[in-house]
């Protein structure tokens, strides 16, 4: 499996941004696809989920600002992100979460999203 990550970029606050994560190769078992971002000096930390079921979880900070969606026909995840702060600026990864009896993670490598005030 490999996740592509693109759609980051420079915006003002308060502008919205889409990201998506293209993804190739087999999609089995039970999974999560989720978004994780790593500002700069901070640990990675999870934004947001959505499970097969599509069931959804968001921090708190992002909580109604920030849509986690997914279309599994084209095997992509998406984050659209309304209402930009600065503080949202960090490099955003897509994961997806594997579990076939083992929990396998697959990770991809980040797109940087800045936002000025």
């Known amino acids: 499996v490999q996740l592509q990550a693109f759609g980051g970029g420079s915006v003002q606050a308060g502008e919205s941004l889409k990201l998506a994560c293209a993804g190739f190769?087999?999609?089995?078992?039970?999974?999560?696809m989720r978004w994780y971002r790593q500002a700069p000096g901070k640990e990675r930390e999870l934004v947001a989920a959505?499970?097969?079921?599509?069931?959804?979880h968001y921090v708190d900070s992002v909580k109604g600002r920030f849509t986690i969606s997914r279309d599994n026909a084209k095997n992509t995840l998406y984050l659209q992100m309304n209402s930009l702060k600065p503080e949202d600026t960090a490099v955003y990864y897509c994961?997806?979460?594997?579990?076939?009896?083992?929990?396998?993670?697959?990770w991809g490598q980040g797109t940087l999203v800045t936002v000025s005030s």
């Open positions: 959505i499970a097969g079921d599509d069931s959804t």
């Open positions: 994961n997806y979460y594997r579990w076939d009896g083992s929990a396998t993670n697959f």
């Open positions: 190769g087999s999609f089995y078992g039970i999974s999560l």
